[in-house]
């Protein structure tokens, strides 16, 4: 259960964890089944048919509820899952306001799928918050930012955006990067926040999840009631899984943040490398809102290198412990080539105008020891300089 007054690592070992009602087990059962036996017509446990109610589900929900200090969570088979239940929050017509630098599968799923659908969307940058003010219409149902961004680890004003909005308008923060342990966006005035908990929250790379909380009833049902409805919902393995990640999340977090921090240091020192981007550095210009609004600066950093972006290929092609591979949050470095993986569905010339070239390179940084992360980019770098001089 919530146990608000307990600490952040405190509540994501024991939130929703009480042992086995039937056995005692001590750690929640994977609850493998599809449906439960009723005592007669009518009469069940609470627990009917498990697209609608699933134990190991719900001990999850409870579990990242706690962490979020939100009332409501509905857990999803993956972020995207978790974005789809949201957006059902919308009808035909309404429109929406993003911010233009977001993970591309969003994009995605906003341009090719939902604007079928009846849906407007506007795309801007929301860390201008005039930008973001003069997008906003009568007909604007729902705001969505990241924040820090993917790729480029921008960030936006939460407080401020919603201040912006007026009655009925939903903001929504997809807060993945930060996670609750550095960031509590419905603290800060959001309505609703998601996440891919294949992320950080699951934290191995062997899962692939998604969640929605709120502290709006209104929302929260309708939020449920699309789960059930369309169905994304996780299994019970693949929710114990990301519970069982969630646990550690406040000491991994602590970790890819002094990791990453070592990391963006290091690359800022060099001549060869062009621009960072991290909100940890004093020089980024996320830094005093990441300050104010972040209690920790994450484990992503993106970056560009000096000479022809063709040496971001040759740089992905030399480390050992950075893996080339989509996705982050796990706990083990990954290297990604935002424009041919991750966004790679946002066409090019939109692309490059948001600032994901051919030669960004995204980090995630993992938990290993920080002098070997460093050593291992230390010798891409250098390994890459050559043939870029060369041209
Ligand atoms: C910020 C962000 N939101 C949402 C998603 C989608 O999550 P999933 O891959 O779990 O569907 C991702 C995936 O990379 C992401 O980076």
Redesign the pocket.
């Known amino acids: 259960m919530s146990e608000p007054e307990a600490g952040f690592a405190t509540r994501a070992i024991h939130a929703g964890q009480d042992a086995d009602p039937a056995t005692g087990a001590t750690i929640v059962p994977i609850y493998q089944t599809s449906t439960y036996t009723q005592t007669a017509i009518g009469e069940h446990k609470g627990f009917d048919y498990s697209r609608t109610i699933n134990p190991t589900r719900l001990a999850l929900e409870r579990q990242l509820a706690a962490l979020e200090e939100a009332e409501f969570c509905s857990a999803f088979a993956?972020?995207?899952a978790a974005?789809s239940a949201v957006m059902n929050l919308l009808s035909a017509g309404d429109h929406v306001v993003v911010g233009d630098d977001l993970?591309g599968?969003?994009y995605r799923l906003f341009t090719k799928v939902l604007s079928r659908y009846g849906l407007s969307f506007s795309f801007v940058d929301l860390s201008d918050l005039a930008a973001a003010r003069a997008e906003i219409r009568p007909e604007t149902k729902l705001i969505w930012a990241?924040t820090p961004t993917?790729p480029l680890l921008k960030l936006s004003d939460i407080a401020a955006l919603a201040a912006l909005k007026s009655a009925g308008q939903i903001l929504v923060v997809?807060n993945?990067?930060a996670t609750p342990y550095f960031q509590q966006p419905l603290q800060l005035g959001a309505d609703v926040v998601v996440y891919?908990t294949?992320?950080y929250i699951g934290g191995h790379s062997d899962v692939?999840?998604?969640a929605a909380l709120t502290n709006d009833s209104a929302l929260a049902e309708s939020i449920k009631f699309h789960q059930n409805a369309v169905g994304g919902v996780p299994g019970p393995l693949d929710a114990w899984l990301v519970m069982r990640g969630a646990k550690t999340l406040a000491v991994r977090m602590r970790e890819h943040a002094r990791n990453a921090q070592a990391v963006a240091e290091f690359l800022s020192s060099r001549d060869d490398v062009a621009a960072v981007n991290y909100p940890g550095l004093p020089s980024d210009p996320g830094h005093a809102l990441a300050r104010r609004q972040m209690r920790g600066f994450g484990g992503m950093v993106s970056f560009t290198m000096r000479g022809p972006e063709s040496r971001a290929f040759t740089f992905a092609k030399e480390t050992k412990l950075f893996s080339l591979a989509e996705?982050?949050g796990g706990v083990e470095s990954l290297l990604c080539h935002p424009a041919r993986m991750?966004h790679g569905s946002i066409p090019k010339e939109e692309r490059e105008r948001r600032g994901i070239t051919d030669g960004l390179l995204r980090l995630s940084v993992g938990i290993e020891d920080a002098a070997d992360l460093i050593a291992d980019l230390r010798h891409a770098l250098d390994a890459s300089l050559e043939p870029a001089l060369k041209n």
């Open positions: 993956s972020g995207m974005t993970y599968g969003t990241e993917n997809d993945t990067f891919s294949t992320k692939v999840g998604g996705s982050l991750t």
